[in-house]
């Protein structure tokens, strides 16, 4: 019942910008940590920003200084504030969330489907 569905990829220029983001949906009881990861073609996926339900972040030092991740709680949303965007930076960018279920339960992990970031020279 738990989905993540991204939003606001497309198609820009080096140097453009663009802003992510990631809604949660389904029967929730809370949500810890919340991330962004990327794949380009042919590479692994990789960790590019996480934050915590403290609001504590970390970044991927590619993207340091470039890229700003946040959430809105009240709207079960954590975004992505791409800017000064570089060709090296497209990849399938993916949503990630740490979910509880219920107050009885642990965290676990699900995944969004994905959305492209192209990013032309």
């Known amino acids: 019942q738990v989905q993540l569905v991204e939003s606001g990829g497309g198609l820009v220029q080096a140097g453009g910008s663009l802003r992510l983001s990631c809604v949660v949906s389904?029967?929730?009881?809370?949500?810890?940590?919340m991330g962004w990861y990327r794949q380009a073609p042919g590479k692994q996926r990789e960790l590019v920003a996480v934050?915590?339900?403290?609001?504590?972040?970390n970044y991927a030092a590619s993207v340091k200084g470039r890229f700003t991740i946040s959430r809105d709680n009240a709207k079960n949303t954590v975004y992505l504030q791409m800017n000064s965007l570089k060709p090296e930076d497209t990849a399938v960018y993916f949503c990630n969330a740490e979910i509880r279920l219920s107050y009885r339960t642990i965290g676990y992990n699900y995944w969004g489907q994905g959305t492209q970031v192209t990013v032309s020279s």
């Open positions: 934050i915590t339900s403290g609001d504590n972040t």
């Open positions: 389904g029967s929730i009881y809370s949500i810890n940590n």
